[in-house]
């Protein structure tokens, strides 16, 4: 079954560490994005991919770095200069450009990874 | 810009029960509104889609009807079942290609 992969499920960084956050996806989507989830906050976008090589900043992307070097992978690295880094990341894809017949572009998440940092 | 503007949790409910979820928006035009929901530790699932002016979406007996004169779209349920505890998220795309802005989001829980 197609879907998004993300790893590690849990993460605990010490202060001043960088931890990259992996997500992957067999859904031959062509947009990808971050989201970034804290109690009572709803969801945050990060950064966001339309295509391969390329990629631009969300709401919130001070602090965070990503690469699109293959269509299947978004990886995001949450760096030392993220000044409040705990919380619970989420990665999506979508169709983008290539909608369904309905004309709706359904986003479809993967299942996070809560980021702890001690 | 595009916004969404859902009501506050939680909302706690006794099994069968009514669900209401009030979700407004405010956007350019008629875009397509969606309600998702996060089960507790999980990432988000589409729950329903509606993609014009008085549409109804459904699935799991879940209804909400996109009302352009209200500019609303509101999640109901008539029975809700303790399986239904969760986070609901109502949510319109900012562009073609996908990216959504969600809503806060609205914690429900289902007490036996």
């Known amino acids: 079954d197609g879907g998004i992969t993300q790893s590690p499920k849990y993460l605990f960084r010490k202060e001043g560490q960088n931890v990259t956050l992996s997500c992957e996806q067999n859904?031959?989507?062509?947009?990808m994005y971050w989201y970034r989830q804290d109690p009572g906050q709803g969801l945050r976008l990060i950064y966001y991919s339309q295509i391969v090589n390329d990629f631009q900043k969300g709401d919130i992307a001070e602090g965070y770095s990503v690469s699109r070097e293959k269509k299947e992978s978004f990886p995001l690295t949450v760096t030392s200069a993220q000044k409040n880094p705990t919380a619970f990341y989420l990665c999506?894809?979508?169709?983008?450009?290539?909608?369904?017949?309905?004309?709706?572009?359904?986003?479809?998440f993967g299942a996070g990874s809560r980021l702890t940092v001690l | 810009g595009d916004s969404v503007t859902q009501m506050e949790g939680p909302v706690t409910l006794s099994e069968e029960a009514f669900l209401t979820i009030n979700c407004t928006y405010t956007?350019?035009?008629?875009?397509?509104l969606f309600w998702y929901v996060q089960y507790p530790g999980e990432g988000l699932q589409l729950l329903l889609k509606?993609?014009?002016?008085?549409d109804k979406g459904s699935n799991k007996g879940f209804e909400a009807t996109y009302r352009k004169e209200t500019t609303s779209f509101h999640l109901e349920k008539g029975s809700v079942q303790v399986s239904d505890s969760a986070v609901y998220f109502c949510?319109?795309?900012?562009?073609?290609?996908?990216?959504?802005?969600f809503g806060a989001g609205t914690q429900v829980v289902v007490t036996p």
């Open positions: 999506a894809s979508s169709l983008g450009q290539r909608r369904t017949l309905s004309g709706a572009n359904v986003l479809t």
């Open positions: 509606a993609t014009k002016a008085d």
């Open positions: 956007a350019t035009g008629y875009p397509s």
């Open positions: 859904l031959n989507h062509d947009a």
């Open positions: 949510a319109l795309p900012t562009d073609s290609w996908g990216k959504l802005q």
